[in-house]
């Protein structure tokens, strides 16, 4: 059987790991004295103490050993937040009042600021308040690729590309750990879609694995140095994430090095010895009340008594766990991180977030920034205007200290000085509700009394402002999108103001894309402001006033419609019967539109300023390299307008003439770079020649082919400033 192949294998090799310390990037277990102490607390463990540090004793603890000074573990949800408290043996809040938390923009809107400072900067504040909350694990970042539109857990997600989400999971990662709490990476793998999350069998070519859905995660261990890794609720080529031998064994453990924890997401353990000898360690969320059923608790002491898991596995498990906690100095808490909650630094945190990673994707006529000085009225339309969001989408839910929304910030801002008329325009008539597909019903109807009245107001006003967008009955988990239209008439209402009002502006807030088709040729400006966390209404009304200047770059591509998509293109979401086929390959993305010259409403890397930026002296230090040779490439970037602002250069790479298909270009390398009018910077950037493989099937390994390359600088995807051309030898 191949249960007892593993187990004879595992046999064989798990004593003298363990014995022998476990040399990884990401843990420090070269220390003698920290690796004899781990060896020492398992020797003196009971099996029955080991067995439970393997799985949880509520909704979010698992327990410690007291005799042997092992503390109790406390993992939260947080990939932008702290959340609020849940009773220990039910999912209701606990009720507590001292749980307020920063509420950040989510993994999108992160992505949008291409800035990994601001990674790192975040990173720090989730450490601080997850101390102070006396956590030791954070359940986050998650880095799943967005592979479809429709999503519902895109907003959480960061980007369709392996590279932007490499750089800032691994800043952000490694931010977080420097406060003594444990990153948890997620979800280990291919968790591209909520319809059928706990029963999909996801299919993809070896080099779709290892090209788009791998790096991430590589980067998050290897660079970044996660502690523990989440294992997802579906299956991936015909077993499930969590007791996946080919993802667990050989790719974490061995080829990435991982000596770190494997833990289910809640209620993912489908077996115990095979999830035992494949390598998960510690199980969460099982749905059985008893705590002693579930599948690594009195089941393992059986399978072990019974000679099904070796005892060395489960002393496997329990070294990687000790090796966590030590390294998070849970067994020192007197130099132990002590954390702060809610600090003005913490709040100017959100805010820069915020500010950087809103997106403007259309500005006709400069008619931003609005000088609220020079008019004297503003309509303010949209139930985004006065929405709070950052309670919503269900894990990733906040407790925030505040919410300050738009129409807050724009009256406490401008409106001494400024008549500012609201009017709802559109109003909420879905309701979500986890585990139900009936969240995203009643969202097309048309309520023309609320049309009417804001045509009433845009008419009244010299600027119009509506704030549309998607709400946490769209942006979620559990649940996927049904389409990428705007709900509630948000088309029709539009189309109705900007007809009475040619001065209209349109903020987008979403976490994901949507389709603006009906809306670019109406409105002269378009402001992508995402769910902007707990300083939202500040931040949009410093970039709609000017006071700052937009620099976010879509982390996606915006398609036309939905059939641009290539997962929609070739017919292959949510999949059939159970199981999905990733046809589309390595061309997820902009790789797809850029390599099927398929024009989107707007490419990935776009972003617009109110300033203007030239790029140019785009150069490379050689002509031709060895392909253990690494590329150095400069260019000078201006600031060409009259306000300071950001760009971001962003570095692709095309290989002409392979022997397998190649996307029209891949992101290579970017920086954010900050720019006073006039001013000028020489920008450097570095690119490793065997960064430019693709991976051979054949051969099963990494390939750079000798030949041309050529190396494009520019501003976003499909904005190429410059390019060279390059021989690898």
């Known amino acids: 059987m191949e249960i007892k192949r593993i187990a004879r294998q595992l046999v064989l090799g798990l004593t003298g790991l363990l014995i022998g310390g476990m040399a990884s990037a990401q843990l420090p277990v070269n220390d003698s004295k920290r690796e004899e102490k781990i060896r020492s607390l398992v020797r003196r463990m009971t099996l029955a103490e080991k067995v439970s540090l393997l799985h949880g004793n509520s909704k979010f603890y698992v327990s410690g050993v007291a005799r042997l000074g092992i503390p109790e573990w406390a993992l939260s949800d947080g990939p932008h937040g702290v959340r609020a408290e849940i009773n220990r043996h039910d999912w209701a809040y606990a009720g507590w009042t001292n749980d307020s938390a920063t509420c950040f923009p989510p993994g999108t809107a992160l992505a949008a600021t291409w800035n990994p400072k601001l990674a790192y900067e975040r990173g720090i504040v989730l450490g601080e308040e997850a101390r102070y909350r006396k956590k030791d694990i954070l359940l986050g970042p998650g880095i799943n690729i967005i592979r479809s539109p429709l999503c519902g857990r895109n907003f959480e997600y960061m980007s369709e590309d392996p590279l932007l989400i490499s750089k800032m999971s691994v800043a952000y990662i490694r931010a977080l750990q420097s406060k003594d709490v444990a990153a948890s990476v997620k979800h280990w793998l291919a968790n591209n879609q909520e319809t059928h999350r706990d029963s999909v069998d996801v299919h993809m070519s070896e080099r779709a694995l290892r090209e788009i859905y791998l790096p991430g995660f590589k980067a998050s261990v290897t660079e970044g140095g996660a502690y523990t890794v989440m294992a997802a609720y579906n299956k991936f080529r015909g077993d499930w994430c969590s007791e996946n031998e080919y993802l667990n064994r050989e790719i974490l453990r061995k080829e990435f090095g991982f000596k770190g924890v494997l833990m289910t997401d809640w209620a993912a353990a489908h077996s115990t010895v095979k999830a035992a000898l494949t390598g998960l360690d510690l199980e969460m969320g099982t749905d059985k ?41 849970m067994f020192d808490e007197g130099k132990r991180e002590k954390g702060k909650m809610n600090t003005p630094q913490h709040q100017q945190a959100a805010y820069n977030d915020a500010v950087e990673a809103a997106v403007l994707l259309q500005n006709n006529g400069n008619i931003l920034p609005v000088d609220f000085k020079k008019i004297k009225s503003v309509a303010i339309i949209g139930d985004n ?91 979620t988990e559990s649940s996927d999108k049904q389409n990428m239209d705007l709900p509630y008439g948000q088309d029709v209402l539009i189309r109705e103001v900007a007809k009475a009002n040619p001065n209209t502006v349109v903020v987008i807030i979403a976490g994901s894309p949507v389709k603006l088709s009906g809306i670019v040729q109406r409105v002269p400006a378009i402001l992508w402001s995402w769910f902007g966390g707990m300083e939202a209404g500040n931040a949009v009304a410093d970039l709609l006033s000017g006071k700052v200047s937009p620099s976010g770059k879509l982390p996606f591509t915006l398609p036309v419609s939905l059939d641009q998509s290539p997962a929609h293109a070739l017919g292959n979401f949510p999949g059939r019967e159970l199981s999905v086929n990733y046809e589309e390959d390595i061309l997820v993305g902009y790789r797809w539109f850029d390599t099927k010259k398929i024009v989107p409403q707007f490419p990935f890397g776009y972003g617009l300023s109110y300033t203007g930026f030239s790029i140019s002296n785009f150069s490379a230090d050689k002509t031709s390299y060895g392909k253990d040779e690494t590329i150095h490439v400069k260019c000078t970037i201006t600031n060409t307008g009259s306000r300071e602002g950001a760009e971001v250069v962003q570095l692709y790479v095309s290989d002409p003439q392979c022997s397998v298909l190649r996307p029209e270009k891949e992101l290579k390398a970017f920086e954010k770079v900050f720019l006073q009018p006039g001013e000028t910077k020489t920008v450097e950037l570095v690119v490793k020649v065997a960064d430019l493989a693709f991976y051979d099937e054949a051969k099963k390994s990494w390939n750079v082919e000798a030949g041309d390359f050529v190396l494009h600088i520019g501003n976003s ?3 190429i400033s410059s390019s060279v051309n390059i021989l690898v030898k």
Request: net charge neutral.
């Open 717 to 719: 995807s499909r904005n």
């Open 385 to 475: 205007a006065t929405r709070r969001h950052c309670d919503g989408g269900l894990s990733s839910e906040i407790k925030a200290l505040y919410e300050i929304t738009p129409l807050e910030a724009i009256r406490k801002k401008f409106g001494a000085d400024v008549k500012i008329n609201f009017a709802r325009g559109y109003e909420k008539q879905s309701s979500f509700k986890e585990g139900s597909n009936t969240g995203q019903t009643n969202v097309n109807k048309v309520d023309w009394k609320l049309i009417d009245e804001a045509v009433k107001v845009a008419k009244e006003s010299e600027v119009v402002i509506v704030f549309g967008g998607l709400n946490h009955d769209f942006d």
């Open 289 to 329: 009340k008893d705590y002693d059923e579930w599948y690594f608790a009195d089941p393992l002491i059986s399978a072990v008594k019974e000679g099904k898991v070796p005892v060395a596995v489960v002393d496997e498990k329990v070294a990687n766990i000790l090796r966590v906690m030590m390294a998070t100095r």
